[in-house]
């Protein structure tokens, strides 16, 4: 495992930037700038900005809470990853796991720390998301492990390693040695501090890459103990060893989310949405794959456990407008639809759609039934979100910086990456 860990990271750490194709540099652009953009939403719920506030210090980096707010580059690569996955719209990969939000709050920081440019930053991220996308395809969690805070991680040192001289097969095995273990038991309860778990991933990339530099040595089975035996097991170990090619790298495999909610949920909430007509509702029925019987519970009364409700989620959008993050928020009237929810598992669509989050969503009313299906959402390889599209979204979560969408979406321009978001946020 280790050996073919060290060779994939080696492999990708020769990458440069003539070598990535337009479609790719344009792809981590993108990729980059949505991510930055759920970031700064994210951040202004009123824990993070509070943090911020003790944690500020030195200019190494940004912080994306409101204002205008720096810190060392671990405390933003820390804060910045805990505000990316505060209202669930960070990028997420087809058989799960979230490389984005692993790789680019810690790479950004780093960044900015080095004073990079831009073109440097780009390969970073496409090194540092090849290594956490295919190290999440390697295994298979076991329930209630939690897909955040350990694999990706690696993923992000790697990233952090290119942009600061030092050795990436060093930082990789440290990271490798400082998994975080996490469950759904925080999503499902909505405690926030669920958030810290991706924001610790970050900051242990931007350690793990001090560490090595410092002569720090980690464990060559550790990664492979941790997650092949206790917390998961093997699924796609030969995937590591598999060639990388600039062209068709996991940055495009990347699903980007355009709803407030668990990535399991959108076929859901699009079926629902689909669905949606003035009247009264006396029955929602919900078939969905097997894996997303975890979610079919109600939630708690607060926000973030609501974004990990099937019920909640499909009431919502029968009765708010998904496209707005706040639909999702929670809300008793909402909460009383959701009761009237039932989610059943059917073997039938996993077997019709395997490896997806299919959803069959009826809505029951005094008029009769109506049904709808969905087996990919919006944002997924099938259904690629256009470029408009995520402008839209940017702008929906930042209002009023569209001049920050242009720099980021240029990002192979910027002359130095400290420079790249400036003005308050």
């Known amino acids: 495992m280790t050996v073919v860990l060290d060779d994939l990271v080696d492999r990708v750490a020769g990458l440069t930037f003539p070598d990535l194709p337009e479609p790719t540099v344009r792809r981590v652009e993108l990729l980059v700038a949505d991510l930055v953009g759920a970031a700064v939403a994210g951040a202004r719920r009123g824990e993070l900005p509070r943090y911020a506030d003790k944690a500020a210090s030195t200019r190494q980096a940004r912080m994306l809470v409101p204002g205008d707010r720096w810190g060392e580059a671990g405390v933003a690569a820390f804060v910045n990853g805990c505000a990316c996955v505060a209202l669930e719209l960070d990028d997420g990969l087809v058989g799960g796991g979230h490389a984005g939000a692993h790789v680019i709050p810690a790479a950004l920081a780093a960044a900015q720390r080095a004073h990079r440019a831009g073109r440097e930053l780009v390969v970073a991220v496409a090194a540092g998301y090849e290594v956490a996308a295919r190290l999440f395809r390697a295994f298979r969690l076991r329930h209630p492990a939690h897909p955040h805070g350990h694999l990706g991680a690696v993923g992000g040192a790697v990233a952090v390693a290119l942009l600061s001289g030092t050795d990436p097969v060093a930082a990789a095995r440290v990271a490798s040695t400082l998994p975080i273990l996490s469950t759904w038991a925080a999503c499902f309860e909505g405690a926030s501090a669920r958030n810290a778990v991706v924001g610790l991933a970050n900051l242990v990339a931007i350690t793990s890459v001090d560490l090595a530099d410092a002569g720090f040595t980690g464990a060559a089975d550790a990664l492979e103990q941790a997650f092949g035996q206790v917390a998961g097991e093997r699924r796609d170990l030969a995937g590591l060893a598999a060639p990388v090619d600039p062209a068709r790298l996991a940055v495009h495999g990347a699903v980007t989310k355009h709803v407030s909610v668990a990535g399991p949920l959108h076929c859901a909430v699009e079926a629902a949405r689909s669905l949606a007509r003035p009247g009264p509702i006396?029955?929602?029925?919900?078939?969905?794959?097997?894996?997303?019987?975890?979610?079919?519970?109600?939630p708690r009364p607060n926000s973030l456990s609501s974004r990990f409700s099937l019920p909640y989620a499909v009431a919502a959008a029968l009765c708010r407008d998904p496209a707005r993050v706040r639909s999702f928020d929670h809300d008793p009237e909402v909460a009383a639809l959701a009761g009237r929810v039932r989610v059943a598992a059917e073997p039938e669509l996993e077997a019709r759609h395997p490896g997806t989050h299919a959803a069959r969503v009826t809505v029951v009313g005094p008029d009769g039934e109506r049904t709808a299906l969905v087996t990919e959402p919006k944002g997924a390889p099938g259904r690629p979100a256009t470029e408009a599209d995520l402008a839209a979204?940017?702008?929906?979560?930042?209002?009023?910086?569209?001049?920050?969408?242009a720099r980021l979406t240029a990002l192979r321009d910027a002359e130095d990456c400290a420079d790249l978001i400036e003005g308050e946020l």
């Open 282 to 298: 006396t029955e929602v029925r919900v078939a969905t794959v097997p894996n997303n019987a975890k979610f079919a519970g109600l």
């Open 393 to 405: 979204k940017f702008a929906e979560l930042v209002p009023g910086r569209a001049d920050l969408y």
